[in-house]
Structures are given as C-alpha cells and as structure tokens.
C-alpha cells in the first residue's frame, strides 16, 4: 500500500525549527562530518524544500541515508522538535524514489516481508549461522565486504528463545506484578540468553512473566526504514498479543530488554493514530509499555544481590535516552549491586554508531563514530561496558574488537542477573521452567 500524505513531514512539525544550531554538537554525523547539510538542522532545511515543491534528489536521499536517526538533537532541542518523526517521515516519502536494483530489491523484501515477522525464518537463518560459525566458515578473501560484515554478525546463540514464546514463568515467592515480555525477533536467536536473564530477573523481582504466543517483530526498523505500512500490520499483531480480552490478559506492564524496539512500541500510538480500529488499543498499549530496566527501577527491587566486583561504565542507549526519556534507570540499578564500582563515561549518550541496521548499510560512517564513542569508553578506565540495547552490545562488542582494551559488554539485565544468581543456593536457575501459557 502506497504512503499517504500523512505518512510524510508535516508542517506542524518542520516549523518548531528555528535554526539555532543547538543540534549540531549533538549530532553524531555532524561532529564527524561538519557539513550543514549532513546536521538535523541542514536535513529539516530540506525538508522543507521538499515539502515546498522541491524534487527528491540524489543528494537528498543520500544527506537522509547519512542520519543515524539517534534522536540526540531532541534531547539537544529547546523547541521541542519531534526530529525522529520527521525523518522516519521523510524517508517513508523519498521510499519511492529510490533507485535499487531487482538483487537489492528483493534481498530487502525478504528481510523486513519475510524474514523479521517469522518465526519459522528466523529460525532457519540462525541455524545456518549457528552452523558456520561452529565450523568457522570465513567469507572468500576476494570479497571484501562480506568479511568486513561477518565481524558484525551475531553470535548464534543456540538454544533459541523461541520454544520460550507462548509459555508463563512464575514469579520467585511472592507474586506482586503480572507482566508481559516481548522477546523481539533476532534476539530470540543473538540474544537467547539475554531473554533468559531477563525472565529470571523479574522473576526475581516478584514477576509472573507472561512471552506472547502471537508477538512478533516490533516493525522499529521498517519504521526507521520508511516501511511504515508494514510495521502498521506488526503492530496491529503485537497489540492483539498482549491485549487479548479473550484471554483475560491484564498485565501490569508490557516489557522490551531492547531500546530500540520500546522506542517504536511505544509509539505505537502515533503509528496507528488514523487507524480507527486500533487507535485507542495503541494508546493502551503504549501506555503500558516499559524498558525493563524503567519498570525495575520504579519498584521495590529486591536486595539479596551477591557481589560483582568490577568497575563498570554506562552506555546510553540512544533510543532509550533520547527516544524514551530514561537515563537513570539504568544507571540507578548498576549502582545497586553490591561490589560495583560506577563510573561515568564522557558523553554516555552520544550515539555508538550502531543504529538499526545503519552499521551494515553505512558501515564506513558506522566505524567512523564507533571509534569516537571507544576513545570515551577507554577514558572511563572501566573493564566493563553496560548498555540496555542489544544493538548497541553488538557495536561495543566490535568496538573492542578495533579500538578497545579487552573490556566485557554486557546488558544491564545481565549484570544484575549474575547478581541474583551468584547470591542464590546452587541449583537450575532457568526460565524453562515456566508452564506453557
């Protein structure tokens, strides 16, 4: 289905832009670049041409490819513009316009049609990238690009979380919440034992934890990727999933482990705000919706913790700092575990360089502000990276790699379940325990 005129900048939007500049030292592609045209503010400036008449350009689309879409300028912004709005706008409207050839079309109508809403796919995908990475099968010298993106891939991590979805785990003593957890789509292979760490932590936390049998893909990088029909039809989905009258279902909150997807699930209101139907489940569902490490924070977090003694250091995740708003959550539950020495990084929510899919499709760019966001990381003296975004795990982990010092990156739900679990008796701390739901 074809975007609709609403689908694209609106002028509501594109007018709260002053040009002050204030944007410009908070946008990553800037500091690198300093090319007005590649800041929020040169890109609003664009749009507006756009919006005026202008023709959509190869220049154009290439300035708009070059965003990180990081939301730093809102967190920057003293008028208040809705920046991530816009370009997720814009590039559903250059969408069209775009010239790829039948390969890369089809490659991409895979991914985002086919590959991400399956679960069947997904599957298959990971066991063959379970395979070659147990045999350790390289890319040919000869191409270069592929062996520049196998230092990029993931960890198949096997088990998969899959046969976890569907089932309800029991809270640890008593039960005080009922909650939903959404186990997103390639994490349930890259990111098994990060759901599985989640599961436990709130368990441990008094949680009975609900995984959706019909959850599936956020639709946060076809949003990103102007796919916005599509991500409509995920979302429509993920809102039946966890708000099912039928079923009785009443969740105290609806929980992600993954910042860049509770950015999109909680603007499910606004991708479905014409949708008569869905409209006022969105806005339910949206306002159920938490971080994981948001909901932890705002309860009574139990204490029996054993030690982690390390000095760690915190990574924002973009889309939770500046798409969300939550900064000291994650920051306040580090600071929880007993034996853990804090310790702040310089300019924590400038963007790793991870964005989505925009390590793979600019990974040049990618690798130029990776570098920048280590030399930070590195100044912090910290053997330890935390972040609340598997993402972002992912480019840290590569950052290492490159330019680090042989620090960990882990997840701040992982921390804090090595907490829970180094405190409690021996014996099964799994999350396969729970009864099929």
Known sequence: ????????????????????GLCLN?????????????????????????????????????????CLACRGCESACPSGVAYGRLIEAARTQIEPHR??????????HFVFETLLPSRAWLNFAGSLLRVQQLLGLRAPAFLPRLRELESLAP????PFFFDQIGRVFPATGESRYRV??????????????????????????GCEVTIPGDQTCCGALHVHSGLRDTARGLARRNIDACLNVKEGQNFDAILTNAAGCGSTLKEYQELLE?????AERAREFSARMKDVTEFLASIEVNAPMGEVRETVTYQDSCHLAHGQGVRSAPRELLKR????????????????????????VETEMSMHVLQSKMAT?????????????????????????????????????????????SAAPPGPANPRRGRNG
């Open 155 to 158: 960890k198949a991590e096997a």
């Open 1 to 20: 289905m074809a975007a609709s005129n609403a689908d694209f900048p609106q002028a509501s939007d594109l007018e709260k832009c002053v040009h002050c």
């Open 180 to 205: 939903a957890f959404l186990a997103g789509c390639v994490a349930n292979v890259a990111f098994a034992r990060l759901n599985e760490a989640t599961v436990r932590v709130l368990q441990a936390n």
């Open 274 to 278: 014409h949708d008569p139907t869905y």
């Open 337 to 360: 575990v007993p034996g853990l020495t804090f310790r702040e990084m310089p300019l924590a929510d400038v963007c790793c360089g991870s964005a989505g899919i925009y390590n793979v």
């Open 99 to 108: 010239q790829r050839s039948w390969f890369a079309r089809a490659i991409r």
């Open 377 to 421: 990381v590195n100044a912090s003296k910290a053997e330890r990276i935390a972040t609340a975004n598997p993402g972002c795990m992912l480019q840290l982990q590569a950052g290492v790699k490159r330019f680090g010092r042989g620090q960990r990156v882990s997840h701040v739900i992982e921390i804090l379940d090595e907490a829970y679990r």
């Open 26 to 66: 908070a946008c990553p592609t800037y500091r690198e670049l300093h090319i007005e045209m590649d800041s929020p503010r040169g890109r609003i400036f664009q749009m507006k041409q756009v919006a005026e008449g202008a023709p959509i350009t190869a220049s154009y689309i290439r300035h708009l490819d070059l």
